[in-house]
Protein backbone atom coordinates (compact mmCIF):
# COMPACT_ATOMS: atom_id res chain seq x y z
CA UNK A 1 0.00 0.00 0.00
CA UNK A 2 2.18 2.94 -1.22
CA UNK A 3 2.46 5.76 1.42
CA UNK A 4 2.45 8.78 -1.02
CA UNK A 5 1.51 8.20 -4.47
CA UNK A 6 1.62 11.05 -7.35
CA UNK A 7 0.03 10.55 -10.56
CA UNK A 8 1.10 10.13 -13.54
CA UNK A 9 4.15 9.02 -13.47
CA UNK A 10 5.18 10.36 -16.80
CA UNK A 11 3.52 13.45 -18.84
CA UNK A 12 4.77 14.27 -22.13
CA UNK A 13 3.26 17.15 -23.16
CA UNK A 14 3.19 20.35 -25.52
CA UNK A 15 4.37 23.91 -24.84
CA UNK A 16 1.45 25.86 -23.66
CA UNK A 17 -0.83 23.26 -22.47
CA UNK A 18 -1.88 23.10 -18.56
CA UNK A 19 -1.74 20.46 -16.74
CA UNK A 20 -1.92 18.71 -13.20
CA UNK A 21 -0.03 16.10 -11.21
CA UNK A 22 -1.58 14.99 -8.25
CA UNK A 23 -0.45 13.25 -4.75
CA UNK A 24 -2.09 12.00 -2.10
CA UNK A 25 -0.94 10.64 1.22
CA UNK A 26 -2.47 7.77 3.21
CA UNK A 27 -0.01 8.58 6.45
CA UNK A 28 -2.05 10.93 8.23
CA UNK A 29 0.58 13.62 7.82
CA UNK A 30 -0.28 16.91 8.70
CA UNK A 31 2.27 18.64 5.55
CA UNK A 32 2.58 18.30 2.12
CA UNK A 33 5.52 19.38 0.18
CA UNK A 34 6.67 19.73 -4.21
CA UNK A 35 9.60 19.17 -4.83
CA UNK A 36 11.55 19.96 -8.33
CA UNK A 37 14.30 18.41 -9.70
CA UNK A 38 15.50 19.46 -12.51
CA UNK A 39 18.34 18.25 -14.82
CA UNK A 40 21.02 19.43 -12.35
CA UNK A 41 19.84 17.14 -9.97
CA UNK A 42 18.85 19.98 -7.58
CA UNK A 43 16.19 19.13 -5.40
CA UNK A 44 14.11 22.14 -4.86
CA UNK A 45 11.29 23.30 -2.44
CA UNK A 46 8.16 24.94 -4.36
CA UNK A 47 5.41 24.77 -1.96
CA UNK A 48 4.53 23.37 1.08
CA UNK A 49 1.05 22.73 2.54
CA UNK A 50 0.32 22.22 6.87
CA UNK A 51 -3.34 21.24 7.49
CA UNK A 52 -4.25 22.94 3.98
CA UNK A 53 -2.69 25.88 4.76
CA UNK A 54 -0.18 27.01 2.39
CA UNK A 55 3.29 27.53 4.44
CA UNK A 56 5.90 27.46 2.08
CA UNK A 57 5.79 29.69 -1.60
CA UNK A 58 9.02 29.55 -2.80
CA UNK A 59 10.09 31.69 -5.83
CA UNK A 60 8.22 29.81 -8.81
CA UNK A 61 6.15 31.44 -11.29
CA UNK A 62 2.81 31.79 -10.69
CA UNK A 63 2.01 29.38 -13.54
CA UNK A 64 2.27 27.25 -10.80
CA UNK A 65 -0.41 27.05 -8.43
CA UNK A 66 -0.73 24.06 -5.71
CA UNK A 67 -4.21 23.25 -4.12
CA UNK A 68 -4.98 21.34 -1.10
CA UNK A 69 -8.44 20.18 -0.83
CA UNK A 70 -7.80 18.21 2.12
CA UNK A 71 -4.95 17.12 4.29
CA UNK A 72 -4.23 13.95 2.48
CA UNK A 73 -4.11 15.94 -1.00
CA UNK A 74 -1.66 18.16 -2.59
CA UNK A 75 -2.04 18.56 -6.38
CA UNK A 76 0.34 20.96 -8.25
CA UNK A 77 -1.75 22.82 -11.58
CA UNK A 78 0.93 23.57 -14.30
CA UNK A 79 -0.42 27.01 -16.74
CA UNK A 80 1.60 27.62 -20.27
CA UNK A 81 3.95 24.85 -19.54
CA UNK A 82 7.53 25.85 -21.00
CA UNK A 83 10.37 23.73 -21.64
CA UNK A 84 11.98 25.01 -18.44
CA UNK A 85 9.30 23.20 -16.69
CA UNK A 86 10.53 19.97 -17.88
CA UNK A 87 11.71 17.89 -14.52
CA UNK A 88 10.81 15.14 -11.95
CA UNK A 89 8.25 16.36 -9.37
CA UNK A 90 8.27 15.39 -5.88
CA UNK A 91 5.48 15.08 -3.63
CA UNK A 92 6.26 14.25 0.00
CA UNK A 93 4.82 14.34 3.35
CA UNK A 94 5.76 14.59 7.15
CA UNK A 95 3.92 13.99 10.05
CA UNK A 96 4.25 17.67 11.16
CA UNK A 97 6.18 20.78 10.35
CA UNK A 98 9.59 21.27 11.52
CA UNK A 99 9.48 24.35 14.27
CA UNK A 100 13.41 23.78 15.13
CA UNK A 101 14.42 22.81 18.58
CA UNK A 102 17.24 20.66 17.60
CA UNK A 103 17.91 21.07 21.04
CA UNK A 104 14.90 19.10 22.42
CA UNK A 105 15.36 16.16 20.82
CA UNK A 106 17.33 12.75 20.85
CA UNK A 107 19.36 12.04 17.74
CA UNK A 108 16.98 11.10 15.48
CA UNK A 109 13.89 12.35 16.60
CA UNK A 110 10.71 10.07 16.38
CA UNK A 111 10.27 10.48 12.94
CA UNK A 112 7.89 13.16 12.83
CA UNK A 113 9.64 15.36 10.83
CA UNK A 114 11.23 13.09 8.37
CA UNK A 115 10.08 13.26 5.31
CA UNK A 116 8.58 10.63 2.93
CA UNK A 117 8.77 11.04 -0.63
CA UNK A 118 6.50 9.86 -4.08
CA UNK A 119 8.18 8.13 -6.74
CA UNK A 120 8.33 11.31 -8.83
CA UNK A 121 6.47 12.52 -11.65
CA UNK A 122 8.15 12.77 -15.14
CA UNK A 123 7.36 16.47 -17.14
CA UNK A 124 8.45 16.70 -20.27
CA UNK A 125 7.74 19.84 -22.13
CA UNK A 126 8.35 19.53 -26.19
CA UNK B 1 22.66 29.90 -2.87
CA UNK B 2 22.98 26.62 -2.36
CA UNK B 3 23.09 26.38 1.71
CA UNK B 4 23.25 22.60 1.67
CA UNK B 5 26.61 21.10 -0.79
CA UNK B 6 27.93 17.76 -1.62
CA UNK B 7 30.94 18.22 -3.48
CA UNK B 8 31.47 14.91 -4.70
CA UNK B 9 29.11 14.06 -7.46
CA UNK B 10 30.52 10.44 -7.22
CA UNK B 11 31.95 7.84 -5.19
CA UNK B 12 33.44 4.01 -5.64
CA UNK B 13 34.13 1.64 -3.09
CA UNK B 14 34.62 -1.92 -2.74
CA UNK B 15 32.23 -4.22 -1.30
CA UNK B 16 32.99 -4.52 2.30
CA UNK B 17 34.77 -1.37 2.70
CA UNK B 18 33.84 1.51 3.89
CA UNK B 19 31.98 4.51 2.20
CA UNK B 20 32.29 8.30 3.47
CA UNK B 21 29.94 10.43 2.28
CA UNK B 22 30.62 14.13 3.11
CA UNK B 23 27.72 17.36 3.00
CA UNK B 24 28.86 20.81 4.17
CA UNK B 25 26.72 23.66 4.81
CA UNK B 26 26.44 27.68 5.60
CA UNK B 27 23.38 28.42 7.36
CA UNK B 28 23.94 28.45 11.32
CA UNK B 29 20.15 27.66 11.66
CA UNK B 30 20.08 24.35 10.51
CA UNK B 31 19.58 22.10 13.77
CA UNK B 32 18.43 19.03 11.99
CA UNK B 33 19.82 17.36 9.20
CA UNK B 34 18.89 13.90 7.46
CA UNK B 35 20.74 11.34 4.84
CA UNK B 36 18.50 9.86 1.85
CA UNK B 37 19.07 7.25 -0.43
CA UNK B 38 17.76 7.53 -4.05
CA UNK B 39 17.54 4.36 -6.54
CA UNK B 40 16.53 5.54 -9.98
CA UNK B 41 12.74 6.07 -11.16
CA UNK B 42 12.39 6.01 -7.17
CA UNK B 43 11.41 8.80 -4.52
CA UNK B 44 14.54 9.69 -2.24
CA UNK B 45 14.12 7.36 0.79
CA UNK B 46 14.72 8.18 4.61
CA UNK B 47 18.00 7.11 5.81
CA UNK B 48 19.28 8.63 9.08
CA UNK B 49 18.91 11.98 10.52
CA UNK B 50 20.88 13.55 13.36
CA UNK B 51 20.02 16.38 15.58
CA UNK B 52 22.55 19.08 16.21
CA UNK B 53 22.39 18.64 20.05
CA UNK B 54 24.18 15.69 18.64
CA UNK B 55 27.43 14.38 17.18
CA UNK B 56 27.11 11.04 16.01
CA UNK B 57 23.83 8.66 15.25
CA UNK B 58 24.52 5.10 14.62
CA UNK B 59 21.80 2.83 12.92
CA UNK B 60 22.71 -0.61 12.07
CA UNK B 61 25.64 0.15 9.31
CA UNK B 62 25.15 3.56 8.62
CA UNK B 63 26.32 6.63 11.15
CA UNK B 64 26.25 9.86 10.78
CA UNK B 65 28.76 12.03 12.08
CA UNK B 66 27.90 16.28 12.78
CA UNK B 67 30.74 18.83 13.56
CA UNK B 68 29.20 21.81 14.01
CA UNK B 69 31.51 24.46 14.26
CA UNK B 70 32.85 22.96 10.65
CA UNK B 71 29.41 23.14 9.35
CA UNK B 72 30.03 19.57 8.08
CA UNK B 73 28.43 16.25 8.13
CA UNK B 74 29.62 12.65 7.14
CA UNK B 75 27.72 9.65 6.26
CA UNK B 76 29.36 6.63 6.90
CA UNK B 77 28.32 2.84 5.65
CA UNK B 78 30.36 -0.14 6.78
CA UNK B 79 30.58 -2.28 5.72
CA UNK B 80 29.58 -1.25 1.93
CA UNK B 81 27.35 -3.43 -0.04
CA UNK B 82 26.33 -3.45 -3.75
CA UNK B 83 22.43 -2.77 -2.77
CA UNK B 84 23.95 0.43 -1.16
CA UNK B 85 24.68 1.78 -4.57
CA UNK B 86 22.22 4.72 -5.37
CA UNK B 87 22.36 8.22 -4.87
CA UNK B 88 22.63 10.17 -1.85
CA UNK B 89 21.49 13.32 -0.42
CA UNK B 90 21.95 15.35 2.26
CA UNK B 91 19.29 17.50 3.59
CA UNK B 92 19.29 20.05 6.66
CA UNK B 93 15.97 22.05 8.25
CA UNK B 94 16.30 25.48 10.68
CA UNK B 95 14.24 26.75 13.74
CA UNK B 96 11.47 28.77 11.89
CA UNK B 97 12.32 27.94 7.98
CA UNK B 98 10.13 24.79 7.76
CA UNK B 99 12.15 24.10 4.89
CA UNK B 100 14.08 21.27 4.39
CA UNK B 101 17.12 22.24 1.91
CA UNK B 102 18.88 19.51 -0.22
CA UNK B 103 22.24 19.03 -1.76
CA UNK B 104 22.90 17.88 -4.90
CA UNK B 105 23.84 14.61 -4.42
CA UNK B 106 26.74 12.09 -4.17
CA UNK B 107 26.39 8.72 -6.77
CA UNK B 108 27.74 5.70 -4.62
CA UNK B 109 28.91 3.09 -6.45
CA UNK B 110 29.72 -0.26 -4.38
CA UNK B 111 31.86 -2.88 -6.77
CA UNK B 112 31.79 -6.36 -6.12
Known amino acids: DTAVSQTPKYLVTQMGNDKSIKCEQNLGHDTMYWYKQDSKKFLKIMFS???????INETVPNRFSPKSPDKAHLNLHINSLELGDSAVYFCASSQEIYLGGGQRTSGSLSGANVLTFGAGSRLTVL | DQQVKQNSPSLSVQEGRISILNCDYT??????FLWYKKYPAEGPTFLIS?????DKNEDGRFTVFLNKSAKHLSLHIVPSQPGDSAVYFCAAVGSGTYKYIFGTGTRLKVLA
Open chain 2, 50 to 54: ISSIK
Open chain 1, 49 to 55: YNNKELI
Open chain 2, 27 to 32: NSMFDY
